[in-house]
């Protein structure tokens, strides 16, 4: 199974909103349901902050926000600051019981 | 609050096998599934494969010739069997707990490095 796409980088000003975007190559890589997303600042451990596409663990912060449309699913942050500067990874369940991460985002607060 | 720690060798030489274990804390290991995960230095997470307390496993197709993985409920732990070792299985290896659809506990992560 290959991973799923997503642009190697995105910048903005804080304060600006940045979408980072994951794109499975068929329907069954990228489940309907089981998307997830990950915030992963280097030598630290990676935290989800969004389940279940839209959904926010308790404790995250409601600037991020997830949606899917087809085979893309989409992560945006909203007011920027300078603490999210950090990778960002989506992640799918498959339909073979399987899970696949997406290459990963680099987000850069200018 | 569940707590996860990976234990085992952080230096391995090529082509032999890693094990490695997680040990669960906080939480019962009951009703969820495990999985590992890691990440070579500079590149992207790799799901490796998860299992149930039933045993029931499910693996990463790319490594599913290489890799096992069971659970001891009475320890609270998870194991990882990683065999023929090449460089490139060089990487920050985590266990996690699996619940809808997400990874919302995770290990600190243990660096193993294959080399001679």
């Known amino acids: 199974q290959s991973a799923l796409t997503q642009p190697a980088s995105v910048s903005a000003s804080p304060g600006q909103a940045v979408t980072i975007s994951c794109t499975g190559t068929s329907s069954d890589v990228l489940n309907d349901k089981y998307v997830s997303w990950y915030q992963h600042h280097p030598g630290k451990v990676p935290k989800l902050i969004i389940s279940?596409?839209?959904n926010r663990p308790s404790g995250v912060s409601n600037r991020f926000s997830g949606s899917k449309s087809g085979n893309t699913a989409s992560l945006t942050i909203s007011g920027l600051q300078a603490e999210d500067e950090a990778d960002y990874y989506c992640c799918s369940f498959t339909s073979t019981y399987t899970y696949v991460f997406g290459t990963g985002t680099k987000v850069t607060v200018l | 609050q569940v707590q996860l720690q990976e234990s085992g060798p952080g230096l391995v030489k090529p082509s032999e096998t890693l094990s490695l274990t997680c040990s669960v804390s906080?939480?019962?290991?009951?009703?969820?599934?495990w999985s590992w995960i890691r990440q070579p230095a500079g590149k992207e997470l790799e799901w490796i494969g998860r299992?149930?307390?039933?045993?029931?496993?499910n693996y990463n197709p790319s490594l599913t010739s290489r890799v096992s993985m069971s659970i001891d409920t009475s320890k609270s732990q998870l194991s990882l069997r990683l065999t023929s070792l090449t460089v490139a299985d060089t990487a920050v290896y985590y266990c996690?707990?699996?619940?809808?659809?997400?990874?919302?506990?995770w290990g600190q992560g243990m660096l193993v490095t294959v080399s001679s």
């Open positions: 279940e596409v839209s």
């Open positions: 996690a707990r699996e619940r809808s659809g997400g990874f919302n506990s």
């Open positions: 299992v149930f307390m039933s045993g029931s496993t």
């Open positions: 906080g939480d019962s290991i009951s009703d969820y599934y």
